[in-house]
């Protein structure tokens, strides 16, 4: 795999070029060369492991950034279904809440219905009690006075059916007399 690049690289000085067709020349310039050489070497060996540290820190910095972006947006990926799941709590308990009011209403009413209910049946045992005694004060009072109607009928009665004997006897008696009278035969008691 080939290095890419680096920047930091590019701007060092560059290091004299050897040329090879000169190799032969003077010690001194070939030493000076060579010195030339190996701190340039140097420098390039210096940039070369700085480009190296570079990248990695690069790298390193890339990772930590993603790592610190990827941690910030679970935190607030979690943060956000923290905040939903204590919005549904509230919402909940609110309707708990309205709940426990509705059964509340609901059972105060109930209460209220069973009190009124037996307040009702009282007063209709009571009236219906006051009914039966107006109703058997009213009976024995008619019951009297149909008693004392039915008395005075059997002696109306009794005074006209012996009223009707009375006459009954009297013109049987006339007929007797009338027969006798006649001379017409009698009929065997």
Do not use: Y
């Not at 009011?101 to 009236?127: C, F, K, M, T, V």
């Amino acid at each position: 795999m080939t290095a890419p690049v680096e920047t930091t690289a590019a701007m060092t000085t560059p290091a004299e070029q050897r040329d090879p067709a000169h190799d032969g020349g003077s010690t001194a310039a070939g030493e000076s060369a060579r010195s030339t050489d190996a701190s340039a070497a140097g420098v390039l060996n210096g940039a070369g492991e700085q480009a190296a540290v570079r990248r990695e820190l690069s790298s390193n910095a890339v990772i930590t950034l993603f790592g610190g972006l990827v941690t910030t947006l679970l935190a607030a990926l979690i943060g956000l279904m923290m905040w939903q799941f204590n919005s549904l709590g509230v919402r909940i308990d609110a309707q708990n809440d309205r709940i426990d009011a509705q059964s509340d209403r609901i059972d105060s009413l109930g209460a209220s219905l069973r009190a009124e209910i037996a307040q009702q049946s009282a007063d209709l045992r009571a009236e219906a009690a006051q009914l039966r005694t107006d109703l058997r004060a009213e009976m024995a009072q008619q019951g009297t006075e149909l008693r004392a109607e039915t008395a005075d009928l059997r002696a109306e009665m009794q005074a006209g059916f012996a009223e009707v004997t009375a006459i009954l006897l009297d013109h049987t008696d006339r007929l007797a007399r009338l027969e006798t009278a006649a001379g017409l035969p009698r009929a065997a008691d």
